[in-house]
């Protein structure tokens, strides 16, 4: 046990190994090793302990990250955990996928000079290590509420807020589409990010806990909404965003070009055992064939690192910028090179070439210009540069916008923003439509999970503060803080 903090000074930093390359490649497990506990207590002892800890503060949960560092290194595991579960109701998840580099560790004060506390890996290690000894427990509410709550989306957002809400003792009922609860947790996120069994742990939890799952049920399709507000006192909208963004030019329709989240949730489907005909048929199995995929986000990182796993003959991603300026993780892009993936940087697709299917992208080199309004550096062609990639498969994978839901559900009065999302008050959660709120992506537009956890605790405050009117004042309180 290691005995006092501070030791960045002469311990180095120590992230979790990774597997080997070839090893990882050859299956859909997580890639890093966890972590035994002398070696999550020697690395939490690193932490200087900071009076104002900018880890925390950049983190948006606002995690208690030195006082579960500083139990942690003391070998105070059950305190470390209740410390940390109270304010995030996933940390292991947290711990696998935030993109660390750019919240917690990327502002902790010794990362320059010393790199930083080994944040995310100490989360998921003290939830994984609760887990096994049995410390995680469904939520038990101390008195039952006859109010009941309709959450739509059983992603990160719905769950925290589902759980949130049970906690304080309401009649939860968590709708959604899909047949597992997860959203993109279960779906969209690939096992060598994030192992399934994660997230079925959870659900099991969520259920032991007296949330109740009205699952393959569509709002809008098998209950409208009209009938979903009639069913509870309020309703919470955390659908997420899944328009994907499509790309235009000639021959953009020709068969082999897919959308990344269609080609991903066959993919998970396929490793959680179900029958995917997309994928039988050869259409989304990236198996032997050459394979482009366009964009520099996270999910573009994913669907590369999913291809090399399916067996592609050759992958390559397509981002118009240079990698110093690609949205998606660095880490993410590291893991990529590793596993084979070859990145043009600074290339765009002009056409699809192919008489019955997609063979080839015609691209075209792009340089980087003056800074736009925003500060970020415009994006021109090079005139003549034009080459050809060879290409069975594309994938487009550039983005996301949300879908329509007033329209959807007939409900012109549900306020949306210019781009699309839904229009909330920003204190109190609620939209246009008396006692409905809504958090997560489809608030945001497509963000991460940890926000729609912050989104999703944030809106059962504001829910429990609508129905309950003496909790009315403290929340307001709390939000004037
Ligand atoms: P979602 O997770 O999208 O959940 C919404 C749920 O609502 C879904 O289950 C959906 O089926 C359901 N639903 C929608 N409409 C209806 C309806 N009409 N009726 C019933 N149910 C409905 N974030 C990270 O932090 N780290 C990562 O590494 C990361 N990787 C990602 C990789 C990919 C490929 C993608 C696409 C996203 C990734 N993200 C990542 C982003 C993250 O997954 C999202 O920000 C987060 O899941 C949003 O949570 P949410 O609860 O708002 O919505
Ligand atoms: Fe870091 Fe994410 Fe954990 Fe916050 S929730 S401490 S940002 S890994
Ligand atoms: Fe510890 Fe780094 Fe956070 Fe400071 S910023 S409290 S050193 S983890």
New binding site residues.
Partial sequence: MADRMLQFTTMPQHQPDKRDTAARVADFDEIYRDFAVPLAEAQSSRCSQCGVPFCSIHCPLNNNIPDWLKLTAEGRLDEAYEVSAATNNFPEI?GR???QDRLCEGNCVIERGFESVTIGAVERFITDHAFTQGWVKPVAPRQELSQSIGV????????AAAEELRRRGYQVHV????DR??????????GF??EKDIVLRRWRLLEQGGIVFHLN?????DVTFAELRARHDAVLL?????QARDIGGPGSGLPGIVA??DF?IASNRKGLGDEVPGFDSGLLDAAGKHVVVIGGG??AM??VRTSIRQGAASVSCLYRRDRANMPG?FR?VTNAEEEGVRFVWLSAPEAFLGDNHVNAVRAVHMRLGLPDASGRQSVEVVDGSHFNLQADLVIKALG?DP?P?PQ??GQEALAVTRWGTLKVNHTSFETSLPGVFA????V?G???????IR??RDAAARIHAYLQPSARTSAMLAAAE
Avoid: N, Q
């Fill in positions: 947290c996928i935030c993109p739509v989306g059983a992603g990160p957002g719905g769950l709708y959604d589409r899909h609860v997860g959203g993109l947790m279960m779906y969209g996120i690939p990010k994030l049920t569509e709002v809008g399709t955390a659908t997420g965003v899944y990344s989240l991903l996270d999910t994913d669907c993780s993410e996301f879908e839901l959807l559900w958090a997560g992506d489809i945001r497509a963000s991460l999970v940890v926000w729609a989104d999703g």
